[in-house]
């Protein structure tokens, strides 16, 4: 089973709104990502959590606040976005991160929530 | 630079034609090739290339890496409708982060 889980699937907030999104994994992996995808684009990484512990924060505006409260759930929680935010956002998990070389740091995506900031 | 080159960027065939999608990197410190299908929404992960000249095979698709000249293909056999997606490759570097390529979109027409 490689399966990743988010939620919801769609979003639409104001400028002035608080939401979350939320990404859960049972597979057991140690790491967990979130990355932004724009239309016709490739992913691009934002955060990294390697055994809950946040290891790499791709200059992220503050807007974006990554949660992790256990090694199955990644939050994003997102605060007073700009319309330019709207995008697919993605959540990736794996077993490993730095610590492996091979099959343990192959990423496994949810199905992503599509936010539209209004 | 640590750069992924897709190419083409984008493919139209016909059911039951042969493809071949190429990925190239740009940089030596190297770790990993990964290849993902990309439909409406999730990457779907296809496969993870360390060594040089192993094939990996998944049913009608098939990679190969070549690190001395910093490349990989991806083919598919036969196509069918149902492969018609972006294609991402995907660098795994020394600093343990994935750096896509553009992906290349192919359209499998009936």
């Known amino acids: 089973d490689t399966e990743v889980t988010q939620t919801p699937k769609h979003l639409v907030m104001g400028m002035t709104n608080k939401k979350s999104l939320k990404c859960e994994q049972h597979?057991?992996?140690?790491?967990m990502y979130w990355y932004k995808q724009k239309a016709k684009k490739p992913p691009e990484l934002m955060f990294v959590y390697s055994y809950e512990k946040l290891s790499i924060n791709e200059s992220v505006p503050s807007r974006f606040s990554p949660e992790c409260p256990n090694s199955s759930l990644l939050n994003l929680h997102l605060h007073a976005l700009q319309p330019e935010d709207s995008a697919l956002y993605l959540c990736?998990?794996?077993?490993?991160?730095?610590?492996?070389?091979?099959?343990?740091?192959?990423?496994?995506f949810g199905p992503g929530t599509r936010l539209l900031v209004l | 630079e640590d750069k992924v080159v897709q190419s083409p960027l984008s493919l139209v065939v016909h059911e039951g034609d042969t493809v071949t999608l190429n990925c190239s990197y740009e940089?030596?410190?190297?770790?990993?090739l990964l290849w993902y299908k990309q439909e409406k929404k999730a990457p779907t992960f296809l496969f993870m290339l360390?060594?040089?000249?192993i094939e990996k095979k998944s049913g009608r698709l098939s990679s190969i890496l070549d690190k001395k000249e910093l490349f990989s293909i991806l083919n598919i056999t036969a196509t069918q409708t149902g492969d018609s997606a972006v294609y991402l490759c995907?660098?795994?570097?020394?600093?343990?982060?994935?750096?896509f390529g553009k992906g290349t979109l192919l359209t499998v027409n009936p």
């Open positions: 360390t060594s040089s000249g």
């Open positions: 940089v030596t410190n190297f770790r990993s």
């Open positions: 597979m057991g992996h140690r790491a």
């Open positions: 995907a660098r795994g570097g020394s600093n343990y982060k994935l750096t």
């Open positions: 990736a998990s794996s077993q490993s991160w730095g610590r492996t070389f091979g099959h343990q740091e192959t990423q496994y």
